[in-house]
């Protein structure tokens, strides 16, 4: 059910991203002030172009645009949580403990209740992202 449902989910996203580059990556007017933009806020015409960061986009909305720049900001304080969770999710999917005790391999790993202990796991357990990051940053 899990995974059905993730791949529904991703399935979704993708959709809705596919759908929204299909809708606005031909526009060419700006409607944030910037360099590009001359035109002042109240004389631009509707659908804006899409920018290439998504906060960029909400600039012009009062209120909202504030609250959409900060959220990025509120992903970053969630870092330490979600990494927590993704370590005792996969500690308890994927039988990695066993495998070690098999093979008689970082055998420290396997005494969970040391900090140092979750911090390395943790740390094992976002070199992927971080790989993923690196090699997707400007796509």
């Known amino acids: 059910m899990f995974v059905i ?8 996203l993708l959709a809705e991203a596919w759908l929204a580059w299909f809708a606005f990556s ?10 590009r933009n001359p035109i002042p806020n109240f004389k631009q015409k509707f659908p804006c172009k899409v920018s290439g ?18 959220y990025p900001m509120l992903n970053i304080a969630a870092v330490p ?7 005792n999710n996969l500690l308890d999917v994927v039988p990695v ?8 391999v970082c055998l420290f790993l396997l005494d969970d209740h040391k900090r140092s202990v979750k911090g390395i796991w ?9 790989i993923v990051v690196l ?3 400007d796509a």
């Open 5 to 12: 449902a993730n791949v529904v989910g991703c399935i979704f």
């Open 26 to 35: 031909s526009l060419d007017n700006f409607c944030v002030n910037d360099e």
């Open 53 to 70: 960061l998504y906060n960029e986009n909400f600039l012009g909305l009062p209120g909202i645009g504030q609250i959409c720049n900060f």
């Open 81 to 87: 949580i979600l990494n927590i969770t993704l370590r």
């Open 97 to 104: 403990k066993r495998y070690l005790r098999k093979w008689n």
């Open 122 to 130: 943790s740390i094992i357990l976002s070199i992927p992202v971080f």
């Open 135 to 137: 090699f997707t940053r």
